[in-house]
């Protein structure tokens, strides 16, 4: 009997000392979650993208194989040829066809060497917004136009040194890459459109098509009741 007291007070201090424990555990700031593993997940998710996502920065090289890859590598080469070439010339005689044709190449050879490492690297996927076909179209339009102007001027203004001549050759070399491509841009952009307006004109007829069914089926069901 002399025990007993003992006993029932070890068990109401084990049982406040689990209290006071669960009640510090409850409240402590300081408990381990797992939201520093899910941050660090989704950091890692987005820093470590797969290699096989379309967000994902990687080399086309199907792209670069292809007909407007190769022409699009002729242009920015042949444009920067014709660049340097005309940087080379030290004097001229006049010189404004000179200076037409350096802008017209550098020009040239800066944005289609832009459009080449957006489409080869597939950063234009990035930019739904901008369409991209019609870009191309109206740079490659452009480019043919004033590389053919600025070569025939620079021909007829400025043919007395070697490399005014080997600018002009370079000059007509990117005007011929660039009417290709143009000639395979109209057909892509045509052939886009063809489709898109195929596309319409199913939908719209699936649409009307469906919409007739819906208005027939009271008069149906009126004539069976």
Same mark, same amino acid.
């Given at each position: 009997? !002399?025990?007993?007291?003992?006993?029932?007070?070890?068990?109401?201090?084990?049982?406040?000392?689990?209290?006071?424990?669960?009640?510090?555990?409850?409240?402590?700031?300081?408990?381990?979650?797992?939201?520093?593993?899910?941050?660090?997940?989704?950091?890692?998710s987005l820093?470590?993208?797969?290699?096989?996502?379309?967000?994902?920065?990687?080399?086309?090289? !199907?792209?670069?194989?292809?007909?407007?890859?190769?022409l699009k590598?002729?242009?920015?080469?042949?444009?920067?040829?014709? +660049?340097?070439?005309?940087?080379?010339?030290?004097?001229?005689?006049?010189?404004?066809?000179?200076?037409?044709?350096?802008?017209?190449?550098?020009?040239?050879?800066?944005?289609?060497?832009?459009?080449?490492?957006? +489409?080869?690297? =597939?950063?234009?996927?990035?930019?739904?917004?901008? =369409?991209? =076909?019609?870009?191309?179209?109206?740079?490659?339009?452009?480019?043919?136009?004033? +590389?053919?102007?600025?070569?025939?001027?620079?021909?007829?203004? /400025?043919?007395?040194?070697?490399?005014?001549?080997?600018?002009?050759?370079?000059?007509?070399?990117?005007?011929?890459?660039?009417?290709? /491509?143009?000639?395979?841009?109209?057909?892509?952009?045509?052939?886009?459109?063809?489709?898109? /307006?195929?596309?319409?004109?199913?939908?719209?007829?699936?649409?009307?098509?469906?919409?007739?069914?819906?208005?027939?089926?009271?008069?149906?069901?009126?004539?069976?009741?």
């Open positions: 009997m !002399r025990g007993a007291p003992e006993d029932l007070e070890g068990e109401e201090a084990a049982s406040s000392s689990s209290m006071i424990s669960g009640a510090s555990s409850s409240s402590s700031p300081y408990q381990p979650t797992t939201e520093p593993v899910r941050q660090s997940s989704g950091l890692r820093l470590l993208l797969p290699r096989g996502s379309s967000s994902s920065l990687r080399c086309d090289a !199907r792209y670069l194989r292809s007909a407007p890859g190769r590598v002729a242009q920015a080469v042949l444009a920067l040829i014709s +660049f340097i070439c005309i940087e080379t010339i030290m004097e001229c005689s006049p010189c404004e066809g000179l200076y037409f044709f350096e802008f017209v190449s550098c020009s040239a050879s800066v944005v289609t060497g832009v459009l080449l490492l957006m +489409f080869s690297l =597939n950063l234009h996927a990035r930019i739904p917004q901008i =369409n991209w =076909n019609i870009t191309d179209l109206v740079n490659t339009g452009l480019c043919t136009f004033f +590389f053919f102007i600025a070569s025939v001027v620079l021909a007829t203004l /400025n043919h007395k040194k070697g490399a005014e001549i080997a600018a002009v050759i370079f000059g007509f070399l990117a005007t011929a890459a660039y009417a290709v /491509n143009l000639v395979l841009a109209v057909k892509n952009w045509r052939s886009n459109s063809l489709q898109q /307006n195929t596309r319409q004109t199913s939908d719209y007829m699936r649409a009307r098509t469906e919409s007739r069914e819906v208005d027939h089926r009271p008069e149906i069901q009126r004539l069976d009741g």
